[in-house]
């Protein structure tokens, strides 16, 4: 069973960064794409970026040349660079796992950006 465990989540002022991490028990990425998922109250969750094995990006209109989605596969981690961050960011942050028959999710990582 595959594992996704998030991290840097927190509270950031409108303009800053943050970068999520999403770790992974073993080594999925040959196989696995990866993605970033987001979800406000009352609101749909939404797909904000994936990168698939061989390493092809694809994000939401509302993030494009703000995020930047990327891995390490060594670490066993992808990761979710967020910068000029506006308050409609602020959500639940997910870490997915997504292969033709599979999929995992991670447990969810807190993202508030407010002044």
């Known amino acids: 069973q595959v594992q996704l465990v998030e991290s840097g989540g927190g509270l950031v002022q409108p303009g800053g960064s943050l970068r999520l991490s999403c770790a992974a028990s073993e080594n999925i990425f040959s196989v696995y794409t990866m993605g970033w998922y987001r979800q406000a109250p009352g609101k749909k969750r939404e797909l904000v970026a994936t990168i698939t094995s061989g390493g092809v990006t694809n994000y939401a209109y509302s993030v494009k040349g703000r995020f930047t989605i990327s891995r390490d596969n060594m670490k066993n981690t992808v990761y979710l660079q967020m910068n000029s961050l506006k308050p409609e960011d602020t959500a639940v942050y997910y870490c997915?796992?997504?292969?033709?028959?599979?999929?995992?999710w991670g447990q969810g990582t807190q993202v508030t950006v407010s002044s």
């Open positions: 997915n796992a997504a292969a033709m028959l599979r999929s995992y």
